[in-house]
């Protein structure tokens, strides 16, 4: 499975962005989609994901700001980012998660301004 991430970039507190990623190769619709930050000196943290059949998960600081959905063919996923904080910066990646797959994408930087 490869995931190609783009829509990253430099954006000011306030602002909105729309990340996306498109996975091809051997792919399942039931797999669980998501994206996930990792911050300078932090640890990768979940920000939010998606299921095959519909279902959310999100982190509790992005609550009411992101919305993640997938496209119609299911092998997109985006994640529209609203009110934009600083502590939203840090490279967002892809994740793609069946029961016996697990897979990253390369990361998009994604910097919020103060």
């Known amino acids: 499975v490869q995931l190609v991430e783009s829509g990253g970039g430099l954006v000011q507190a306030g602002g909105s962005l729309t990340l996306s990623c498109a996975a091809s190769?051997?792919?399942?619709?039931?797999?669980?989609l998501g994206w996930y930050r990792q911050a300078p000196d932090k640890q990768r943290v979940l920000v939010a994901t998606?299921?095959?059949?519909?279902?959310?998960d999100y982190a509790d600081s992005v609550k009411g700001r992101f919305t993640i959905f997938r496209g119609n063919a299911k092998n997109t996923v985006s994640l529209q980012m609203n009110s934009l904080k600083s502590e939203d910066t840090g490279v967002y990646y892809c994740?793609?998660?069946?029961?016996?797959?697990?897979?990253w994408g390369q990361g998009t930087q994604v910097t919020v301004s103060s």
């Open positions: 994740n793609y998660q069946s029961i016996s797959q697990n897979y």
């Open positions: 190769g051997s792919i399942s619709s039931y797999a669980r």
């Open positions: 998606i299921s095959g059949g519909g279902s959310t």
